[in-house]
């Protein structure tokens, strides 16, 4: 695929623009409009989107550089569909190009020659009739000015209401289009009446923003005694445009000739961008971001007005919100919320006798505050049962002399290990996580399943993978292994990480039972007790058989209670009778 050099596009007057983001790196796909960079100068903040689809090879800019129109930002390997596509299009390329300047330049001098004609006949009316002088305030409808070719533009925030009084080029309303977010500013002073529109619509050049009482103007002005002005005669209006005539040819070749708009006054779209510039410097203001990071923030379900930016004069960028939310995470809050819980306070136990500070691990830090979170955030239910592992006990100790002839250790975990696997397979909605989004599931193909291991630095849970592969010796062995690593702290980051599901037993230490916290991602974790023997009546008489107590936790977002029941009442017949292991 052939690779372009894709470089800095018309900035207008802008040039020496810094960088301030870099939206891509090298060896990432992009589409066609995607943006690749940030840049930032005097008035505004602009997004530079990517002509074509390809894959990113280099990146020629960095943070900070300072670039003008025709600077390489990078260089890009173009999909053959779209370099097709230009090379086809390439012949009739400058032909449109000009042609599509000439229409421009036509349609420019036409609305010259129009504004002319209609100064010519306020002019004549005006010599004609004598104008009333401006007494009173009058209700004026704002529009949406020129948006440089956009059109059906999203309003993601409306700065005013209904009675306010707001001065000129006071923030109406903020609009973002695919590239870039601007907010339009009040033509004149007045009082706000009511608005035309509100947040989420979409709007085009000329679309209506509000009705504004302006207040009372000067009254030798003439634009403000245009409306009351008597209407031009026949003849005033006749003779008014051919006056203009010469004039609005003039005017259209000199528009043709030079591109550019006279500067005596600002440009508006200046106005706008400065207004932005000035208004994210503002105590109460709204917001400084781009499209893409408001568009993640509405994703997240963040209020950027709580965001600190690190960007360039206070820009928030991605890394914040991804930061604002991994920390809000991590300390909920604590107030503001029927959810919330206040803080235990602290409580200087040494007024009532001799005490010592001991400082929790970093592994007990972590291992505390991924509690908290998954019992915060995870709506558990707990599904408990008794299997009778009569049979499967007898079959172990058989296996004991075995065992030692292949040096591992057969406990009931490696049943339990292989058990799970077998109803992780049948029933395959416990083998899923559930996307942050809330919108969909990701459905696992393999079966790691890991097992909690204490040490004296704290729990960590190593991760046997592919556990349906295994035999029960492997798994024995495998297990014996890691938790000697786990005790002896040589656990790799590897080791802890891809489990699709969670036993934490207790062995002959536990009690009756005991209900486990989902360690999320995963949907559902085992806890299994002592094992317990009891009469069990069977055939007409009570036999003592041994019972071992289990408990499945599980998340109710992705699991119902009724898979629940099965997957717990189809593990305890596996446990009592193994031989279904081999179906």
Known sequence: MPVESIKVPDLGDAKDVEVIELLVSAGQSVKENDSLLVLESDKAAMEIPSPKSGKVKSIKVKLG??????????TLEVEASAAAEDKTSSKDKKPAAEEKQT???????????????????????TKSAPAKKASSAATELISVPDLGGDSDVEVIEVHVKPGDQIKVEDALITLESDKAAMEVPAPKAGEVKALKLKVGDKV????????????????DS???SDEEASA???????????????????????????????NTEPDLQEKQQAFAEAAAQKENSKVYAGPAVRKLARELGVDLTQVSGTGAKGRIQKEDIHGFVKQRLQAPQQTGSALAVAAVPDIDFSQFGEVEETPMSKLH??????MQRNWNTVPHVFQMNEADITDLENFRTAQRSVAEKKGVKLTLLPFLLKACAKCLQEYKQFNVSLHSSGEYLIQKKYIH???????????????????????LWELAAELGALTDKAKQRRLGKDDMQGACFTISSLGAIGGTGFTPIVNAPEVAILGVSRTVTKPVY?????????????????????????????FATYLAEVLGDIRLLLL
């Not at 010469?246 to 006279?262: G, I, L, M």
């Open 65 to 74: 550089d300072q670039v003008s129109e025709g600077h390489e930002i990078l």
């Open 232 to 262: 031009p005669t026949e003849a005033a209006a006749e003779k008014a445009e051919e006056e203009s005539s010469a004039d609005a040819s003039a005017e259209q070749d000199k528009t043709t000739n030079n591109k550019k708009q006279d």
């Open 103 to 125: 229409a421009a330049d036509d349609k420019a001098g036409d609305k010259k020659a129009e504004a002319r004609k209609a100064d010519a006949g306020k002019a004549a009316a």
């Open 449 to 471: 399943i890991g097992v909690a291991v204490a040490t004296e630095a704290g729990l960590v849970v190593p991760v046997i993978r592919d556990v349906d592969s295994k035999s």
């Open 222 to 224: 003439d634009s403000d």
């Open 204 to 219: 085009s050049a000329g679309s209506p923003i509000l009705d504004l009482l302006v207040s009372g103007a000067d009254s």
């Open 365 to 370: 830090r972590l291992t505390a505050a991924n």
């Open 538 to 566: 069977s055939n007409g008489q009570f036999i003592p058989r041994q019972m071992l107590p289990v408990t499945l936790s599980y998340d109710h977002r992705a699991v119902n209670g009724v898979d629940a029941g099965q």
